[in-house]
């Protein structure tokens, strides 16, 4: 089981940017892909970003539109999310998770572990 914990989140306003960040044990990022997902309330949880651990990234571009970077520091075993012009319609729990490798990176069922989400509201 790997232990994810996410950080970050909190209330900001329409065109803020967040960072938000996963603190992994050691070594996982070079074992596992990591993803972020989010889930607002009554709806169901939705892919918005992944990174495998060779490198290469995944956006949920339809959601994203070009504003959300995923990057992640393997020396500090640290993913993050950084955030940028930020809408309403982005407030939702925000959640880290990680797969093993070559699973599909954008679906949830991939991800055997999971923090326990950080909450990000966006205010107009």
């Known amino acids: 089981q790997v232990q994810l914990v996410e950080s970050g989140g909190g209330l900001v306003q329409a065109g803020d940017s967040l960072r938000l960040s996963c603190a992994a044990p050691r070594r996982t990022l070079g074992w596992y892909n990591m993803g972020w997902f989010r889930q607002a309330p009554g709806k169901e949880r939705e892919f918005v970003a992944a990174?495998?651990?060779?490198?290469?990234?995944?956006y949920n571009e339809a959601a994203v539109q070009g504003r959300f970077t995923i990057s992640s520091d393997i020396a500090k075993d640290l993913v993050y999310l950084q955030m940028n012009n930020l809408r309403p319609e982005d407030t939702a729990v925000y959640y880290c998770?990680?797969?093993?490798?070559?699973?599909?990176?954008?679906?949830?069922?991939?991800?055997?572990?999971w923090g326990q989400g950080t909450q990000v509201t966006v205010s107009s």
């Open positions: 990174i495998s651990r060779s490198g290469p990234r995944t």
């Open positions: 998770a990680a797969a093993p490798p070559g699973s599909p990176s954008r679906v949830a069922g991939s991800y055997a572990n």
